[in-house]
């Protein structure tokens, strides 16, 4: 590995470290699950190179649309389908370097070059995503996928009952 590639590896774990750090604050303040999620969203979208970045939440057998930030997005997002829905019924994180290669893509923005979906667990059921789209090729790694998934477990912390 390359001196810089070391050094940026490191940057961006120092900035997802902060990151939960800063989560960790908002969410010892308490409120709603949907305004945790809210806030999570705005914190995780400051990081480089997020285009879009939101949470789906499962509801009636198809993913919803919860808090996110950036363009528009789908509503909708049917069981199994698209990266969102994949990762829902397969229960784990999924990389995508270059989305027109997975099949089945659901392309809400035509900007979105790589994405990143990690499933949000409470009490072992899967009721929600994480989604995060970058408008760069192979943009997300283990890295990014380690520190999305300790950002949901810390969401799943305090989720109330409504979720």
Not at 9 to 36: I, N, P
Not at 70 to 90: L, Y
Request: aromatic content about 8%; overall charge negative.
């Amino acid at each position: 590995m390359k001196d810089k590639d070391k050094n940026s590896d490191s940057d961006k774990s120092t900035r997802y470290r902060l990151l939960l750090r800063q989560l960790d604050e908002r969410l010892l303040a308490g409120g709603t699950f949907t305004a945790v999620l809210t806030d999570a969203a705005a914190l995780l979208h400051r990081l480089p190179g997020f285009l879009w970045t939101g949470f789906y939440l499962a509801r009636g057998g198809e993913l919803r649309l919860g808090p996110f930030c950036g363009a528009d997005a789908c509503e909708r997002i049917p069981f199994g389908k698209g990266v969102c829905g994949t990762a829902w019924k397969e229960r784990r994180t999924i990389v995508v370097p270059d989305v027109e290669q997975f099949p089945g893509h659901i392309a809400c923005s035509s900007a979105s070059k790589s994405e990143i979906v990690v499933p949000l667990f409470i009490r072992q059921e899967v009721v929600g995503v994480l989604d995060v789209d970058s408008d760069r090729y192979g943009a997300f790694d283990g890295t990014d996928a380690l520190f999305l998934e300790l950002a949901a477990a810390k969401l799943a912390e305090v989720a109330p009952n409504e979720a």
